[in-house]
């Protein structure tokens, strides 16, 4: 199964079978290689079920994506990352890459299913980098979202990625399809997840 240059499809994500949150994204590309999908500014969050960790999902105040020109997400099949592009300004400059630590996605009609790891990396354009969230990666042992050997592993990726630096992608001057509008889910995709 693949997707088609533009198609909408469900960014989601689960823990332990629950599918708490789906974001419409759009497809860039679609290959052997690569999974490439845009997030434009402005696309609604959903949440078909409640957040399994308490409160509410942090995204929920937000209720949609924030950030200048959107995102950029590459994903390779079996890569237990994501690495987002992100720009900023009206020249729309490049303003670095973050690597999103989660499980490997998999495909499930229209959607990807993933997990987000909680612990991710920033890269500035000139290499410098920096974890983010590795606090709330260690909470979350404390919660019972992750245990000790699942952080380690999580680590580990994250510590891969900078040892093999696929940095430049050479999607850094990538920009979307002027046409392309703000996407959003048909309901029976919210409903039914």
Known sequence: MSWETGDVVAWREAWRG???????????????DVLAVYVAEGTRFTFPEPW????????AQAGAWCG???????????????????????????????????EPFRREGPSYITQDQELDI??????????????????????GRFIREEVTEIR???????ADWPFPTGWEQWTPDPGWDVPTLPLDEVTDA
């Open 68 to 102: 200048e020109h959107g995102s950029l997400m590459l994903m390779r099949p079996h890569d237990a990352y994501a690495i987002g592009h992100f720009w900023e300004g009206d020249e729309r400059t490049f303003k670095g890459w973050y690597v999103n630590i989660q």
């Open 52 to 59: 399994p960790f308490g409160a509410e999902h942090p995204w």
């Open 156 to 162: 580990r990726v994250g510590e891969g990625v900078v």
């Open 18 to 32: 629950e599918e708490y949150i789906a974001v419409p994204v759009r497809v860039v590309e679609d290959s052997a």
């Open 122 to 143: 920033w890269i500035e354009p000139d290499g410098t980098w920096r974890w983010k969230d590795e606090q709330e990666l260690e909470d979350w042992v404390g919660r």
